[in-house]
């Protein structure tokens, strides 16, 4: 059973596979229901029980004599699922993994899971806009306070930590929209040395260029909706971690009711196959796209983790295998010279997101912070003429060529 997973996590392994072939093979069972191929969608509410010994037989065992799970109810289980999350906790290099409805939905599920009232949180800046909304509104309720700290300054995040009350910290690797790197080790080391558990939203990052649980992180989040899934067609979220705080985690998504649709969980195994080649196409137009844009005169800076301009250069070609498939930059011009260019591309949509295989760019002063003004949106570091541009698989002759053709209209 699930043998490329067990190469895979084994460190004496000679066979080590490739990302194209974890992403194919990885926690996948051989054999399965049917003799299918695929993984069957079994798209039910609830499960039933041929009679009451039956019942009682799985009260006492919670199992199936093949040791794969049965289920009682839709909310606390599904086959379909279980095999993306297992599928999930390979990419990652985890014990285990559970997915839901979405990202946002893991990291709150995870948060209201496992914090007690009157416990604090410290998280980086340039983090995603909702995570951060959560706990400064939602959990701030609750009487949970989170003190935020520049992403890079690791005096800050352990000044930041008050003892006995901060119980996570939260990162993104890399962040939206600077691609600001997170020094991972040394996140884990305070997390471990205060005894405070580590989040670490890898979404930008995908298991195929960094994997945070190999540097000590406890938690791995990840919105599939982005890379994982491909295709910019389905909502889901995944955390990675531990066995046993997955296990927990999974029974209280029972509880919460995050549930993912199995049809979506089909899509997003189906889209996981292909998540090394796309991955790498990415990184390959992302680096290309990167130095055109750099030695671009219409170009004021350009945000890469790949480019050794890029304040966190050193510690992304530490614990990363590529730099993804992210490009923030800045235009020579004001709001309305960065959306003529924009609007003159005519490859990339105007849209939020990323990950899919259709490249996408937006103008976050336009997207994310239309309703704040230019002072309100400078005071978080959101410029007028910033641009983040994720690129697709679309070839990278054709995105170069696109981004000239634009430029050369302002
Ligand atoms: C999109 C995103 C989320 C939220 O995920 P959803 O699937 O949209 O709920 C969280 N973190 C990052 C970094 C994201 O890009």
Redesign the pocket.
């Known amino acids: 059973m699930a043998a490329l997973r067990d190469l895979q996590v084994d460190e004496a392994a000679t066979v080590k596979p490739g990302s194209s072939t974890r992403s194919v093979h990885g926690g996948t069972l051989r054999q399965k229901a049917y003799g299918s191929l695929t993984t069957p969608i079994v798209q039910t509410a609830t499960y039933t029980f041929e009679n009451t010994q039956a019942l009682i037989d799985f009260m006492e065992s919670k199992t199936w004599g093949d040791g794969s799970e049965r289920e009682e109810y839709g909310r606390y289980g599904n086959p379909t699922i279980a095999a993306v999350e297992r599928k999930l906790a390979a990419l990652d290099n985890g014990e285990d993994a559970v997915l839901y409805a979405?990202?946002?939905?893991a990291?709150t599920s995870l948060l209201l899971s496992v914090l007690p009232a009157g416990a604090h949180i410290v998280m980086t800046n340039d983090c995603?806009r909702?995570?951060r909304q959560f706990c400064q509104t939602f959990l701030q309720r609750f009487g949970i306070e989170t003190t935020v700290v520049p992403v890079g300054d690791y005096d800050a995040l352990e000044a930041a930590i008050i003892r006995k009350k901060t119980r996570f910290i939260i990162s993104?690797s890399p962040t939206?929209p600077y691609l600001r790197i997170a020094d991972l080790e040394r996140i884990a080391d305070l997390g471990k040395r205060y005894r405070v558990r580590t989040l670490i939203?890898s979404?930008?990052a995908t298991p195929i260029n960094q994997r945070p649980l190999e540097w000590g992180i406890d938690f791995v989040v990840h919105?599939a909706?982005?890379y994982l899934s491909g295709h910019n067609d389905l909502?889901?979220?995944v955390i990675v971690g531990r066995a046993d705080r997955i296990k927990a985690l999974r029974d209280s998504r029972g509880v919460l009711g995050g549930m993912p649709d199995p049809q979506n969980a089909f899509l997003l195994e189906r889209g996981i196959k292909t998540l090394g080649i796309r991955v790498r196409q990415q990184n390959q137009t992302a680096v290309a796209v990167a130095n055109f844009l750099e030695s671009h005169p219409r170009i004021e800076r350009v945000w890469y983790p790949g480019l050794e301009s890029h304040p966190d250069y050193a510690v992304a070609a530490a614990q990363m295998d590529d730099f993804g498939g992210v490009i923030s930059f800045e235009v020579a011009g004001d709001l309305r010279t960065t959306s003529k260019f924009i609007d003159a591309l005519q490859i990339p949509y105007i849209a939020p997101?990323?990950g899919g295989v259709e490249s996408l760019i937006e103008q976050p002063a336009l997207m994310s912070y239309y309703e704040k003004s230019t002072e309100e949106r400078l005071a978080l570091g959101i410029r007028d003429n910033l641009v983040r541009f994720a690129v697709g698989v679309e070839d990278t002759e054709d995105i170069l060529n696109d981004l000239d053709q634009a430029l050369a209209v302002i």
Do not use: H
Not at 102 to 105: L, V
């Open positions: 979405s990202g946002m939905n990291v995603y909702r995570t993104e939206n939203d979404t930008f919105s909706t982005k909502l889901a979220g997101s990323l």
